[in-house]
């Protein structure tokens, strides 16, 4: 099958092929009908011989595909993760919410699908708000709603012509358990109708006293913004584009404001995920600082349209973390974000079975003032190690210098799924690093170095088990640390799971997020040295 335009995006391309599961009508305020019992995940699904690559730490569903996090909400003492899915097979199409919850970020349990496509519109991404002061007349001042923002995708016999894509709105007023469809929908859209308007997040700007609605025309490479008093009726505000890596879809965006470290002064950050031309090949996500007066986003120190990849602002430098958004209402006083560990070079090839696709692991967001501008950081959400700190086992440590060679590690860095602290002091090496999972202490695994001359760290993968299912699974990534004044030094933060790995770098200045799918009896590591000795501090706590 042909396709008139290659800019067009990859799920209206999937969908002109994938089948669709029939669920209510556009203009029905029917509640979704009863599903299975919830099911745990992970924690009742671990790894097994069976199923190697089913994560232990990460957010998956039972079976079946997922991609990109919608509805990202904390209400109650509860997360809620609704996000891409598809109930009827293993790759993209169908596109409907799918739905889990946790307490801890940790341990979830996936509910009974929220939000289901149909033959007339498929549900794609979106976001949710608590509507406390029930200003949009959908619930009462005793039972306000959770109103979500969502894009409708439609197909034969839409409320607009097939193909045509425009925000619609669902609620809640059992915290989530079912929705309604809204009788007005859609509630913003485009004239003429557009195929690639989508990917609504909604944030509260105080000194106006009314929302502001971010959504994209994806293959024209701008943001639209909107405001609302009350999430049904919306106003034009202005486009942002221009500006940041250009040679993709941009999708998902969404505008949050932030505190920077050590003063008073507060930014505006624009989050906005792109594909293909991500940093590490194909999907990427990248960011802008700057200022929001109500109306405009104005980046600040924002790279060039044409200016190499590495000038524009990243927040991942793996191939694998996509579409990150912030949980609406989360403790804290720090945007945390969950995204999808995918790639859309490769993902729907990955060899998994029966399920396909995770979440990264919850992030914690900081701003700070680097060398030239300002800059985010990422490291693992506060809730995140909280839960860690209480249910994961001992901290096992090794101190040792290893000298133009190779050391197992032993035993007590077996583990499937950890949560290890690398500190390395390269005192005359010019290589180290660590590798992981091998099959015997000798043996090809996953790489992860520290060139000292360069200041780069890299991930290889290449030799890290099954990687032929995609000609397009590359091999490494690799990202170029600012220089410290002693580059001799490297501390790495690695989130080690059944597949993946996630190696927060220098307390969080960088990030390096990677699938691979290794053998189940490779769980062996070790540390090595090139040219010369380096001193090692390791410790891991197994999950």
């Given at each position: 099958m042909t396709f008139p335009s290659p800019h067009l995006s990859r799920?209206?391309?999937?969908?002109?092929?994938?089948?669709?599961l029939v669920a209510f009508s556009a203009a029905s305020c029917t509640p979704q009908p009863e599903s299975p019992t919830p099911v745990p995940t992970p924690g009742g699904h671990r790894p097994s011989p069976s199923d190697p690559w089913r994560p232990s730490a990460h957010l998956t569903a039972e079976k079946n595909w997922l991609n990109d996090p919608n509805g990202l909400i904390y209400h109650d003492g509860t997360y809620h993760a609704f996000y891409q899915y598809n109930p009827r097979g293993n790759s993209w199409g169908n596109m409907s919410w799918g739905h889990s919850t946790s307490k801890?970020?940790?341990?979830?349990?996936?509910?009974?699908?929220?939000?289901?496509?149909?033959?007339?519109?498929?549900?794609?991404?979106?976001?949710?708000?608590?509507?406390?002061?029930?200003?949009?007349?959908?619930?009462?001042?005793?039972?306000?709603?959770?109103?979500?923002?969502?894009?409708?995708?439609?197909?034969?016999?839409g409320a607009l012509p097939q193909g045509a894509q425009a925000q619609s709105v669902a609620f809640s007023l059992d915290s989530g358990t079912t929705w309604q469809k809204y009788q007005g929908n859609p509630v913003?859209?485009?004239?003429?109708?557009?195929?690639?308007?989508?990917?609504?997040?909604?944030?509260?700007?105080?000194?106006?006293?009314?929302?502001?609605?971010?959504?994209?025309?994806?293959?024209?490479?701008?943001?639209?913004?909107?405001?609302?008093?009350?999430?049904?009726?919306?106003?034009?505000?202005?486009?942002?584009?221009?500006?940041?890596?250009?040679?993709?879809?941009?999708?998902?965006?969404?505008?949050?404001?932030?505190?920077?470290?050590?003063?008073?002064?507060?930014?505006?950050?624009?989050?906005?995920?792109?594909?293909?031309?991500?940093?590490?090949?194909?999907?990427?996500?990248?960011?802008?600082?700057?200022?929001?007066?109500?109306?405009?986003?104005?980046?600040?120190?924002?790279?060039?349209?044409?200016?190499?990849l590495n000038e524009s602002q990243w927040l991942d430098h793996g191939a694998d973390y996509y579409a990150a958004n912030s949980i609406s209402g989360a403790?804290?006083?720090?945007?945390?974000?969950?995204?999808?560990?995918?790639?859309?070079?490769?993902?729907?090839?990955?060899?998994?079975?029966?399920?396909?696709?995770?979440?990264?692991?919850?992030?914690?967001?900081?701003?700070?003032?680097?060398?030239?501008r300002l800059e985010l950081r990422s490291g693992i959400a506060g809730a995140v190690r909280e839960s860690y700190g209480r249910a994961a086992g001992d901290v096992k440590g090794k101190n040792l210098t290893v000298s133009s060679s190779a050391q197992d590690l032993g035993q007590d860095f077996s583990g499937r799924t950890q949560l290890i602290e690398l500190d390395m002091d390269l005192t005359s090496a010019r290589e180290a690093g660590v590798v992981l999972r091998q099959s015997s202490g000798s043996g090809p695994g996953l790489r992860i170095s520290y060139t000292r001359d360069t200041h780069t760290v890299k991930v290889d993968r290449s030799l890290a088990g099954t990687n032929n299912f995609s000609e397009k699974f590359s091999p490494f990534h690799?990202?170029?640390?600012?220089?410290?004044?002693?580059?001799?030094?490297?501390?790495?933060?690695?989130?080690?799971?059944?597949?993946?790995?996630?190696?927060?770098?220098?307390?969080?200045?960088?990030?390096?997020?990677d699938t691979f799918f290794p053998d189940w009896d490779a769980t062996g590591s070790s540390v090595f040295s090139m040219d010369g000795d380096t001193e090692f501090q390791v410790r891991s706590q197994t999950l």
């Open positions: 799920r209206h391309l999937l969908a002109a092929s994938a089948a669709v801890d970020l940790i341990n979830w349990e996936q509910q009974p699908v929220a939000m289901e496509a149909s033959p007339e519109e498929e549900i794609f991404s979106g976001c949710i708000v608590m509507d406390k002061n029930n200003a949009s007349g959908l619930g009462s001042a005793e039972n306000p709603p959770m109103v979500a923002l969502y894009t409708s995708a439609y197909g034969k016999n913003l859209n485009l004239a003429p109708a557009n195929n690639n308007f989508r990917d609504p997040k909604i944030t509260w700007y105080e000194p106006g006293r009314y929302w502001v609605m971010t959504t994209v025309v994806a293959d024209a490479q701008v943001v639209k913004m909107f405001k609302s008093t009350d999430l049904l009726r919306w106003d034009y505000l202005s486009d942002f584009s221009g500006v940041g890596a250009q040679g993709g879809l941009w999708e998902v965006p969404e505008l949050l404001q932030m505190k920077v470290e050590g003063s008073t002064a507060k930014k505006w950050i624009m989050l906005l995920s792109i594909n293909p031309g991500g940093i590490a090949g194909g999907s990427g996500m990248q960011y802008f600082v700057g200022e929001f007066d109500g109306t405009r986003f104005a980046p600040e120190n924002a790279a060039a349209p044409d200016a190499p403790p804290g006083d720090r945007p945390v974000l969950l995204g999808w560990m995918g790639n859309w070079d490769y993902a729907q090839h990955a060899p998994t079975t029966p399920w396909r696709g995770s979440m990264a692991i919850p992030r914690e967001l900081t701003l700070v003032r680097g060398e030239k690799q990202v170029t640390l600012p220089s410290s004044g002693n580059d001799n030094t490297v501390r790495l933060h690695i989130l080690l799971d059944s597949s993946s790995v996630e190696v927060f770098v220098q307390d969080g200045t960088a990030v390096i997020s």
